[in-house]
């Protein structure tokens, strides 16, 4: 196999002594298991290093690939001026990803460069790999804000890209931990910090990869992760093989999980396609819940199908009476692996019937949410909907009248107006709620603005 071998590092600047001063100290493990990392880098003598970073451009929709020939870089913004790179691209593998990634439908490419120098996340790996050896050109990728399914098709593309060229290439997947491992730490605390950590290290020091889908966004979210998205591209370069883990350490004393791993191909192994086996046990929980499902999200789903596969409203005579017979507002909400996709809604009736109302809601979910491209026809079968339909709106004199559960809020202040459903995941706290609602309607936070509460029928 062209990677001869990938590895999982942290990128912590005080490890470099002319920042830490010091307090790299603090990370002795971390520190050992980086030097033998590059150890073994220098052992191979690589062609190419590719480098995931965190910390590269990042798009909610794309991965941006380092353009041009060469890019230079330093820790200047954390007091080190004097600790400078310049590394050569490898033009000809950045432009094979990219040619897979457009032929495969994967969003990834080199335009959009906000900034050409180097970033923390690719210099600190650098910093301990050219201590060690001096050769071989790098490929810098960043992470993205799609599905952790899409980060490891981009990783199976990188890996006909490294075959086709023939190079001897190492991957490396930068990455911290949690960030929420103590309360001293920059970030605080939360219960999900510890639990990241202990299932990350656990995963990866097995190359259990097919658990890395097992992490819900939420919960990476509370857990102020940093790398998971760069470890699900490496996984993806070892999609049909067997792989030799070592796992060489874990420290979290400074708030930050920093872990190391590294992986060695073993020949192909067809039980380690581990895309292939998370899609099919979506699509088969997918199958099960669309059997279920009430008249509101079948015909919802119904809508949002015809719409994206023959671009026209949805005609229909056959439904449930309620759908006929009753006005409200209602919002219909996609989502695909996990993440939202699409939800657009009305606060109140502006149509004839619910019928209308989910069919006019559905259309615009799948094709006119401003976050969102619009939905392909290949995307259906991975599509989660729900409907809610409001109640009555109620106005209200106070937060402590809101329940997060139970009510959404809508938060108003002249023409301006945002809304949020009840019971979110993510969304613990009325604060949160009110604050995101707020946000959405470009609400000040010193702004005076009125609250309103509504409850809501789910239908799944």
Not at 141 to 169: N, Q, R, V, W
Not at 282 to 305: G, Q
Request: some cysteine; proline content about 4%; charged content about 30%.
């Amino acid at each position: 196999m062209s990677v001869c071998a990938a590895f999982m590092v942290p990128h912590p600047p005080m490890i470099v002594p002319k920042i830490g001063k010091g307090s790299e100290a603090q990370i002795p493990d971390t520190i050992r298991a980086y030097e033998q990392v590059a150890e073994q880098i220098a052992e191979i003598k690589p062609d190419t290093i590719i480098i995931s970073s965190p910390h590269s451009i990042m798009y909610a929709d794309y991965f941006h690939i380092s353009p041009k020939k060469k890019a230079i870089g330093s820790f200047s913004r954390f007091g080190a001026s004097d600790v400078k790179f310049e590394e050569e691209y490898d033009s000809d593998l950045v432009n094979r990803i990219c040619e897979l990634a457009d032929m495969n439908g994967i969003s990834a490419g080199t335009l959009g460069e906000r900034d050409p120098s180097l970033d923390h996340g690719t210099m600190v790996p650098l910093w301990f790999i050219r201590k060690k050896y001096q050769g071989g050109k790098i490929v810098r990728i960043g992470l993205s804000g799609l599905p952790l399914s899409d980060h490891y098709k981009l990783g199976t593309l990188i890996k006909e890209a490294c075959e086709e060229s023939g190079k001897k290439i190492v991957f490396i997947a930068s990455g911290d931990l949690s960030h929420k491992l103590q309360d001293y730490g920059p970030y605080g605390f939360a219960k999900e910090g510890p639990e990241y950590d202990e299932r990350i290290m656990d995963a990866m020091g097995n190359a259990s990869f097919g658990e890395l889908f097992d992490f819900d966004e939420t919960f990476l979210d509370k857990a102020a992760e940093c790398g998971h998205r760069s470890f699900v591209i490496m996984a993806g370069i070892f999609d049909g093989l067997k792989v030799k883990a070592e796992r060489l350490s874990h420290e979290d004393v400074t708030g930050v999980g920093y872990g190391i791993c590294t992986f060695y191909p073993e020949g192909e192994d067809e039980t380690r396609h581990f895309l292939k086996g998370y899609e099919e046990k979506i699509l088969d929980e997918l199958k099960k819940k669309e059997e279920n499902s009430d008249a509101y999200v079948r015909l919802a789903r119904k809508a949002v199908e015809h719409y994206v596969l023959y671009r026209k409203r949805l005609k229909i005579d056959d439904v449930d009476e309620i759908l006929l017979k009753r006005k409200a507002g209602t919002f219909v909400s996609i989502h695909k692996f996990g993440r939202l996709r699409g939800c657009i809604g009305t606060i109140q009736a502006v149509e004839d019937s619910v019928k209308e109302e989910i069919i006019s809601n559905a259309i615009s979910a799948c094709s006119r949410d401003p976050r969102f491209d619009p939905i392909t026809p290949d995307e259906l079968k991975y599509l989660d909907i729900s409907v809610d339909v409001l109640g009555e709106i109620e106005d209200i004199d106070s937060k402590d009248q809101l329940d997060v559960k139970r009510y959404g809020v809508i938060v108003s202040c002249g023409s301006r107006r945002g809304l949020l459903l009840p019971d979110l995941e993510g969304v613990d706290t009325v604060d949160q709620q009110i604050d995101i609602a707020r946000e959405k309607g470009n609400i000040g936070k010193n702004e005076k603005y009125k609250l309103q509460r509504f409850e809501v029928v789910r239908h799944y």
